[in-house]
Each structure stands twice: as C-alpha cells, then as structure tokens.
C-alpha cells in the first residue's frame, strides 16, 4: 500500500479550471497505476481517470474527455488531474487511488487518499 494526499481542490466558475495533485508516499509509487474518483452527495463513487505505472496509457469516463488531462511525475511521486471548462456536474469529492493494474471499478484499488473537494458554481 501507499499513502496518497491529495490537494489542489477548491470554488471555481463554471468554465474554470483546477489542477488537483495526489502526492504518494515512499519509494514505490511508481509501482501503482493510479485512479482518479470523485463522489457527489447521494451518489455513489464515480470513475473518472486512470493512468498505467509509466503514464503510457491512460483513459477517462466519457463525461471529461476532452476536458480533463490525468498526468503522473514518478520522480516526485505525484499524479496529477488537470480539470478545465469544469462543469456544475463535476462538483464532488475527488478522491486518488493506488492499484497494482488500472481499473475503473473502486473496489480493484487498495490506497485511497482522503479527498478534496471541487465545487463549481452556476
């Protein structure tokens, strides 16, 4: 396992963007495919994006491609979510995970950060 915290979250308009960061603990983060959630009230946790251990292959839920870029910079042990031209929609708590393989389905990863929360205004 890995202890991931996130950061970066905050207010923002909509058609504004955020950057969130997800910075992991010790010397094997570079062994995780790493996964983006986030989850609104009343909504169960939702895939957003993942990213294999070298960044070679990525994928998105349809509702952000082409408006959301996930990235990961092993040398500092931090995978990244570039969120532009955000959305009402995208409001929630976004939440960063660690998985031995890419999936879209939560409960295939181990490490989970604590979250932050990303709220767009009308």
């Known amino acids: 396992q890995v202890r991931l915290v996130e950061s970066g979250g905050g207010l923002v308009q909509a058609g504004g963007s955020l950057r969130l960061s997800c910075a992991g603990s010790?010397?094997?983060?570079?062994?995780?495919?790493m996964g983006w959630f986030r989850q609104a009230p009343g909504k169960e946790r939702e895939f957003v994006a993942y990213i294999t251990r070298s960044g070679g292959s990525i994928a998105y839920v349809d509702s952000v491609r082409g408006r959301f870029t996930v990235s990961r910079d092993n040398a500092k042990n931090t995978v990244y979510l570039q969120m532009n031209r955000l959305k009402p929609e995208d409001s929630g708590v976004y939440y960063c995970?660690?998985?031995?393989?890419?999936?879209?389905?939560?409960?295939?990863?181990?490490?989970w950060g604590q979250g932050t929360q990303v709220t767009v205004s009308s």
């Open positions: 995970a660690a998985a031995s393989r890419t999936a879209t389905q939560p409960r295939m990863y181990d490490s």
């Open positions: 010790g010397r094997t983060f570079g062994s995780f495919a």
